[in-house]
């Protein structure tokens, strides 16, 4: 029996820009953080950023890149965001026009590329600690929720806060606050326990964004703060146009997981 | 005997706002955060905040208000950036031109105010653990060296970090780096233990800034990231204008020190 050695960051990165792999990245190059992307125009980078900074529990930066570069040199030096994530999704004023798997001929000199920790992190974390994520059991996309919770305002960008959704066993839920609360550049500790109506979530099994999940006897769901936030808060600003990731289909860099970890 | 009921922060900032504190901010409103500020123009804003981003640990951000706008909503809503501080700083091109006790007239619509940790609150919480803070005991300001660190550049912000040094005894090392890595907003973890040459320190009795400390038989010099990195940085950029507090004279938030604490 034989073991094929893991993949690495750049490996991974590689053959998605060979267009080797054009599929979602969940446990693709393990331990290794993923990251949302998001692309906007020089223009509104600072205020952009400047929401980010404010609302820092949905919108963790984990790097920016400088006006016009695509590399994103702290968390991937030598990188190219145009090419190495395997999906694209393009929005003109706010509306999803098309998706593709490099964005070479879009990105000009005043384009500012945002990298955002998204909750896989933090979902590794959990299984490490013996916690189920259901969503990764029923082998579906986490549900997410727009809430009554605002967001601080910066500029032109506002709106609700998106969460996620996890089930969680009554024992383990002061453990998953414990564990989550170690990685704050990936959302870090839930914002929410319990009742949903509480956040203005009138049915947990109908959720705004990907799939229902079971939610078990003797289970309390628990919400985390979401990266689709700042897209969906973005589209509302209908920049002339804007670039994500496709659901899934994230960028690879080279910071472990561990690394993320404040204690 | 009786006890003063100990000053709410707004109670300082109106003392302060009418000239009645025109002094050092230490030991004022006792648990409320205090902040550095910077003020640069617009047009520097967003390669300064990136810089902040990609240098957290001497660039902690508290705060940045709206383009043209004095009120730090965040940390202080209804404070008043331009009369809120006990005296300020005036760099042109660079040079200290003036201190003054107000930038009502300076602060024009393309003004934006930031707000980063300071080393207070570590502090306090390492005196709250029975670790000496030696400047503290010997009553001067805190030593600080420029070190062979460079900080992530961001546009045409760079520059070596800045550190503050504190002696610890052998024995509380381990728990001052404990104590200080709940707090990642206000410079969190120490940057290095130990030999300063390793940093580019050669002789730790000759600060590049402040006052030298007595370093005792069985201590260790401990180093800490200094919100000072951000204004020597800037100061090298020469904006048209940049204002800041002065050494000492810092804003006081609404924030209490513990809320920063990430666990």
């Given at each position: 029996m034989t073991f094929a050695a893991p993949m690495s960051s750049k490996e991974a990165r590689q053959m998605i820009r060979n267009n080797e792999w054009v599929k979602p990245t969940a446990g693709v190059a393990n331990g290794y953080t993923q990251a949302n992307l998001v692309v906007l125009p020089k223009e509104l980078a600072f205020e952009f950023l400047l929401f980010c900074?404010?609302?820092?529990?949905?919108?963790?930066?984990?790097?920016?890149?400088?006006?016009g570069s695509w590399e994103p040199s702290m968390v991937a030096p030598?990188?190219?965001?145009?090419?190495?994530?395997?999906?694209?999704?393009v929005y003109r004023n706010g509306e999803l026009t098309e998706?593709?798997?490099?964005?070479?001929?879009?990105?000009?000199?005043d384009m500012v590329g945002f990298l955002l920790g998204c909750s896989f992190t933090f979902e590794h974390a959990l299984v490490n600690n013996g916690?189920?994520?259901r969503h990764i059991q029923e082998n579906c996309n986490v549900p997410m929720y727009k809430t009554n919770i605002p967001c601080v305002k910066a500029g032109r960008f506002e709106g609700p806060m998106v969460v996620s959704m996890r089930p969680?066993?009554?024992?383990?839920?002061?453990r998953a606050v414990q564990v989550t609360s170690r990685f704050p550049s990936v959302h870090g500790a839930p914002i929410h326990i319990g009742d949903p109506k509480l956040i203005g979530i009138h049915d947990i099994y109908k959720p705004d964004f990907g799939d229902p999940v079971t939610i078990r006897e003797g289970e309390t769901p628990v919400f985390w703060a979401c990266g689709v936030t700042?897209?969906?808060?973005a589209m509302e600003v209908k920049p002339d146009?804007?670039?994500t990731h496709a659901p899934g289909h994230m960028f690879i860099t080279d910071l472990r997981d561990e690394q993320l970890g404040v204690l």
């Open positions: 900074q404010r609302n820092p529990k949905p919108c963790p930066v984990l790097d920016v890149t400088e006006p030598g990188a190219d965001l145009r090419v190495d994530l395997p999906k694209y999704r998706e593709r798997t490099d964005i070479i001929d879009l990105w000009d000199k916690i189920p994520v969680i066993p009554h024992k383990d839920v002061v700042p897209q969906a808060v146009i804007m670039i």
